[in-house]
């Protein structure tokens, strides 16, 4: 039905690429922009990052499926969601960092309003355990005085909304092996390996 | 929000112009953003942006009449906002030639498929009408497009 003759208004790249960066602009001005994501790439794969405005939010790998976190943070927080990489520039340098092994802690404000109850006490625990160290799920347990729900712990570890940054991938079993991990167990031993080495 | 982009955008420089097109898409995001959190689930986001754009293509049109300089020509803009035209000149002119319901209605039914009936409700007429000015305007453009194109 649509006629050919409309080619001509076919949008090109070149023209969508800038009309966005100008409403990421125009939607910060008017402050109506209260997701702000973008993509980086790592050698743990190609992670998102989401921040609103008082924080980093989310951070996510890849196999969680990006397109269904960002229908989760829209549900969640907030429908108006717009890749705009400028909100996320300083979160971005510091995991570059963080991966050149430049940088041991993270210094970027945070919005752990996806994390409550048990699982933000597990959180807030795991923002102390220090570059290079490990503890496993039966201290972290005990440490937030609940030493019988160890398997509770995994679970929040599990449901961590800023993995890396908030390295969940320092607990690890009793046993010293590694466990699971939201970013599969490949992507945990990268992250303990960097930091052993 | 952001796959609707492109069509929004051919929607815009159907309407408007190619060089008025940009500001209609930016304040039609902007208004959407503005907006969003009150669309009701399940609606169809397209659609929806095309009435936004709509309003705002009237908005824009309304500056430029008020604007003391003729604007028979285009005005002098960096090359990237002035490529689309150079790309179809002819098309620009065949569209800009047709009268405004006409090409509103051409652009609603033929670039952004919306349904008559919504398009009449744009327009302030009924789903005849605006089948009617769809079906002309496209009428007329496919000819002064030909004229154009075999001169």
Known sequence: MTPNIFDGLEADDGALARLHQRLEHDAHTADVLDVAYRTIDTPVGALLLAATTAGLVRVAYDVEGHDAVLAGLADRISPRVLRAPARLDSAARQIDEYFAKRRTVFEVPVDLRLADGFRRDVIDHLRDIAYGHRESYATVAAAIGHPRAVRAVGTACAHNPLPVVIPCHRVVRSDGSTGQYVGGPLAKSTLLDLEAA | ?151
């Open chain 2, 1 to 151: 929000m952001a796959e609707h982009g492109a069509t929004v955008l051919r929607v815009c420089r159907a309407v408007v112009g190619p060089v008025d097109a940009e500001d209609a898409w930016s304040e039609t995001f902007l208004s959407a953003l503005r907006a969003y959190p009150d669309l009701p689930a399940g609606a169809n986001v397209e659609a929806w942006l095309v009435t936004i754009a709509h309003r705002r293509a009237v908005d824009v049109g309304r500056a430029r009449s008020r604007r003391p300089v003729p604007t028979e020509t285009l005005p002098d803009r960096p090359a990237a906002h002035a490529d689309p035209a150079a790309r179809d000149p002819d098309l620009w002119t065949a569209l800009q030639r047709l009268p405004t319901k006409q090409r509103q209605a051409v652009a609603y039914h033929h670039i952004a498929g919306l349904p008559f009936a919504e398009i009449a409700e744009l327009l302030g007429n009924s789903p005849d009408a605006a089948r009617r000015a769809a079906a002309d305007g496209l009428k007329t453009l496919r000819r002064h497009y030909r004229e154009a194109e075999t001169a």
